[in-house]
């Protein structure tokens, strides 16, 4: 009797514990009051800490979104720096509520690793650095090259991948984080350097003389990076989800931070109705506010904004939307209906 008492005390507890890591993610980020955002220990125009120590980025961003979204406030969150090599532990263990941290998108990780991602913020794809010195014109130059890379990433094994298929020799300098990398290639340890290639342009604009390197024409892989939660939430998956499918509807119907609240009085359009809680009360399926996706859009303002404001043309990584714009205009950007 004694015994199984204590067997049934022992199954509850396992019981609590599997389920504190697992459902309930909405219930236990109001209760702490603050969302934990798993993010990276510091990428130009993704996230990183400005000169003030604020967190800025395109996965900063979707940070302050989901915390407006559930506090209708975006400063309710910590920032929780990750290498590329803790990120998914940090998740399992419960560490982070979500990563928002230039992830991609693999079948191992989806499935092996019991993650789910919610969607992609960002498409890349691999690229290659190389001092302009080295006069290296194109990736297939780089036999015997030695490249610095980070470890516990997809980029570390297209690397490997990318040489064997092109039967050229490779001499990998592996480093734990990102900025050892980057640090050990502008110090001339490396001939090349590899990561996504939004983070190349990221990385270049921090090089001792960032125009003396070039990056190459290749983009040897698909980099979809998104944000991802543990397995077993669907409704924290999906909390997730909608918030950057809010940002891209937003886009979509031309709703920006400026015009929100006029388009909130004045639209007729149903769906932008619905979306701003004027009409039905969508917002209440998920367990948030009907004005959720209104504060998400006043924190942050659509995708098209955020884009353009950490890492568009008119910023230092100077990138163009290309895949990452709107459907309609040609890019792979695509939420589903809003009803
Ligand atoms: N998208 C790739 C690479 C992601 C990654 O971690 N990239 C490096 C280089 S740009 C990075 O962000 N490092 C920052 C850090 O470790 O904090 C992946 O998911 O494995």
């Known amino acids: 009797m004694r015994k199984s008492i204590l067997g049934a005390a022992a199954a509850v507890l396992v019981l609590a514990c ?17 969302l934990q955002c798993g993010v990276t220990t510091g990428l130009a125009g993704f996230g ?8 800025k980025g395109l996965d900063v961003d979707l940070c302050k979104a ?25 998740l399992q263990s419960g560490e982070v509520d979500f990563l928002a941290r230039n992830t991609t998108w693999t079948y191992s990780r989806d499935t092996d690793l019991k993650m789910d991602f919610a969607g992609v913020n960002y498409y890349d794809g691999q690229g290659f650095m190389v001092r302009k010195a080295l006069n290296v014109k194109s990736a297939k130059e780089l036999n015997g090259a030695s490249v610095c890379v980070q470890t516990g ?12 298929a092109n039967k050229m020799e ?3 300098v592996v480093f734990e984080t990102n900025e050892q990398a980057r640090q050990a290639y502008d110090d001339g340890r490396c001939d090349a350097y ?73 639209s007729q ?42 890492v568009g043309l008119k910023t230092p990584l100077r990138l163009a939307r290309g895949l990452n714009e709107l459907w309609s205009k040609g890019g792979l950007m695509y939420a589903p209906p809003y009803r």
Do not use: C
């Open 269 to 310: 359009n149903p769906e932008v109705r619905r979306l701003l809680g004027v009409e039905g009360e969508l917002g209440k399926m998920m367990g948030l506010g009907n004005d959720y996706a209104y504060n998400i859009i006043k924190a942050v303002g659509n995708y098209g904004e955020s884009f353009e404001r950490n």
């Open 66 to 90: 989901v915390a407006a979204a559930i506090f209708g406030d975006p400063s309710k969150v910590k920032y929780i720096p990750l290498n590329a090599k803790e990120r998914f532990t940090a």
């Open 48 to 55: 990183a800490p400005d000169d003030k120590g604020t967190w």
């Open 153 to 164: 990433t997809t980029t570390e094994l297209n690397l490997a991948d990318y040489f064997r």
């Open 170 to 172: 490779l001499k990998s």
């Open 18 to 34: 599997a389920g504190g890591a697992k459902a309930g993610t909405l219930d236990d980020v109001k209760a702490r009051g603050i």
């Open 194 to 266: 590899t990561t996504d290639a939004s983070g190349l342009a990221g990385e270049r604009t921090v090089l001792k003389n960032p125009d003396d390197n070039v990056i190459l024409p290749e983009i040897i892989s698909k980099e979809p990076l998104g944000p991802a939660v543990r397995h077993g939430d669907n409704n924290w998956g999906d909390i997730i989800r909608w918030t950057l499918d809010t940002m891209i509807i937003a886009e979509e119907f031309g709703i920006t931070q400026a015009n929100l609240d006029d388009t909130k009085q004045n």
